[in-house]
């Protein structure tokens, strides 16, 4: 009988409530013309949903409440979808 290898226990995920801010230098380069082209925007926490499952170390991470419930009945065969889970999106 062979024995199944281990494996090493997932690292546990810490995000930190609020990231610090620091001050930047301007890009002189960047003109009025090149930032009206750009497709990025600022964005808050409100407008970036994340919900992270943190069941026995998951950590998977899923745009919406919704999907975390469905990611906890098919991997985890739970339907509890308040407990474990790190998101600011409350």
Not at 57 to 64: A, G, M
């Amino acid at each position: 009988m062979s024995k199944q290898p281990t494996q090493p226990p997932p690292i546990p995920i810490h995000l930190p409530a609020v990231l610090n801010s620091r001050p930047v230098d301007p890009d002189e380069s960047v003109t009025v013309e090149t930032m009206a082209g750009l497709l990025g925007k600022v964005a808050a926490p409100q407008d970036t949903p994340i919900w992270i499952c943190t069941l026995h170390y998951c950590n998977r991470i899923f745009q919406s409440h919704e999907r975390l419930g469905v990611h906890r009945k098919r991997d985890h065969h739970s339907d509890d979808t308040e407990s474990d889970v790190t998101t600011w999106n409350r």
